[in-house]
């Protein structure tokens, strides 16, 4: 027994430190075990936000302005980035970490919606799913700063635009293939709604075991990022808030985050709650719009590589905002040809949002301290961005005491609030173009690439 311990605790050494690429061949195996591993944590993400969280937290008994708030939580966890930041510092090894916080991380997101067949009572219930779900996002917002530097370690800068939309296309194919089927199975299960919610569990611990698989065959090249070793985690905060080169990224960054905060994380349960669409719509919907991304998102990629990845977020974060200003429209009566309109359009923007702000953050953040550069950013963008939920909820309790009218329609709050947002985001892609795209770039050739 202890020399077969003793092989195992040899054999896991060999995968999550001992792997080094050594050639092009192994790179390149690594960035598609990347690819998987991001197209099953982008499905994972997908069925535990927006409509599907918002639809199991109303099933539990959770109020519409509380279910905004839990919904934007995920915003919040991003405070801990600068200390999960801080911690991989320390270690030039960061596969044990990113690993491990994985599978924690996902398996939490599955045990969620097996919460009430063992908790019956409502507010118990609640705050047990609500503990697992903000544990899950900080403990996911913890390994983030280091598994995006394992990443942009493995893609070399001259690809990293094609390489990024490639990943994105797979991503987009299995996330949209299993969100269809999952909201099938949930109309399907309309009036056994628990059960719904338990097969969604299944299909989010399946993905949770291929996702660990596959990060386990990702090697990890040795980090070219000049660590801050020894430095207290407040002296590389003011020297992040400090840097003129980075401010504008954060600046712009904040803007989005709030733009994005006020208003999306109360508009799944006003789809399923208000504008009453089915879940099985949702997810055509969904799905069409995933196909748009996905022919468009190697065209995000490519102009990236031709302009510069600022170009691509100003341009996608305006479609956004644009998408946003149009859900004024979104009403009970009109819902079922507008929201296929603002969704279309707005996944034109999402499909290049994602990577554009990283590969920004990564374009413009000083080698010494980078992983804290992307960890400070993020939990500054956080809090100040949680804090628009908080606006968010305040104004749709004051229109729905209100309750104004318009040519004889009445007015939702969740319309204020998106108008409110796109707004804002048209401001953010201004911002970006006046500022963020004057700024100098730092480039690095040696990245992904074998020594």
């Known amino acids: 027994m202890y020399y077969y311990i003793m092989y195992v605790l040899g054999r896991l050494r060999r995968k999550f430190l001992n ?183 299944v299909i989010v611990g399946i993905l949770t075991v291929v996702n660990f698989i596959s990060l386990a065959q990702v090697m990890e090249p040795e980090s070219l990022e000049e660590t801050t070793k020894g430095v207290r985690l407040w002296s590389v905060i003011k020297m992040v808030l400090g840097s003129k080169g980075f401010r504008p990224i954060l600046i712009m960054h904040i803007i989005y985050s709030m733009g994005i905060q006020i208003a999306v994380p109360f508009n799944g349960i006003y789809l399923v709650g208000t504008v009453k669409l089915s879940y099985t719509l949702i997810s055509i919907v969904g799905f069409a719009a995933s196909i748009l991304k996905a022919l468009i998102v190697r065209k995000w990629g490519r102009l990236a590589d031709r302009t510069s990845w600022a170009n691509v977020c100003k341009l996608s974060i305006g479609i956004l905002g644009t998408s946003h200003v149009l859900c004024i429209f979104l009403t009970p009566s009109t819902g079922r040809w507008v929201y296929p309109i603002t969704a279309m359009l707005s996944n034109i923007g999402w499909a290049a949002i994602g990577i554009a702000i990283l590969n920004v953050q990564y374009d413009y953040a000083p080698l010494k301290g980078r992983t804290m550069y992307i960890g400070v950013c993020a939990a500054a963008t956080g809090l100040l961005g949680f804090s628009g939920v908080f606006i968010g909820s305040w104004i749709l309790g004051m229109i729905e005491r209100l309750g104004p009218m318009f040519f004889g329609e009445q007015i939702h709050g969740q319309q204020i609030l998106m108008l409110l947002s796109g707004i804002i985001l048209i401001s953010c892609s201004i911002y970006i173009s006046k500022v963020v795209e004057k700024g100098q770039k730092i480039i690095n050739k040696e990245e992904g690439i074998p020594k």
């Open 19 to 201: 792997q080094i690429p050594e050639n092009k061949n192994q790179y390149k195996k690594s960035r598609v075990a990347f690819t998987i591993d991001g197209a099953t944590s982008a499905t994972i993400a997908a069925l535990v936000a927006n409509t599907y969280l918002s639809g199991f937290l109303q099933h539990i008994g959770v109020s519409t302005t509380t279910n905004g708030i839990i919904n934007a939580l995920a915003s919040l966890a991003a405070t801990i980035q600068p200390f999960g930041a801080a911690f991989a510092q320390r270690y030039k090894k960061r596969k044990p970490l990113v690993s491990a916080g994985a599978i924690i991380h996902r398996s939490l997101f599955t045990l969620m919606f097996f919460v009430p067949l063992f908790i019956k009572d409502v507010r118990a219930r609640v705050v047990a799913v609500t503990i697992m779900f903000t544990m899950a996002h900080f403990i996911g917002a913890f390994i983030t700063p280091a598994a995006s530097n394992w990443l942009i370690s493995l893609t070399p800068q001259r690809v990293r635009g094609k390489y990024y939309s490639i990943r994105e296309l797979y991503s987009l194919i299995v996330v949209s293939a299993i969100t269809l089927m999952a909201g099938m199975i949930l109309d399907k299960t309309q009036g056994e709604r628990q059960t719904g919610f338990v097969l969604l569990g």
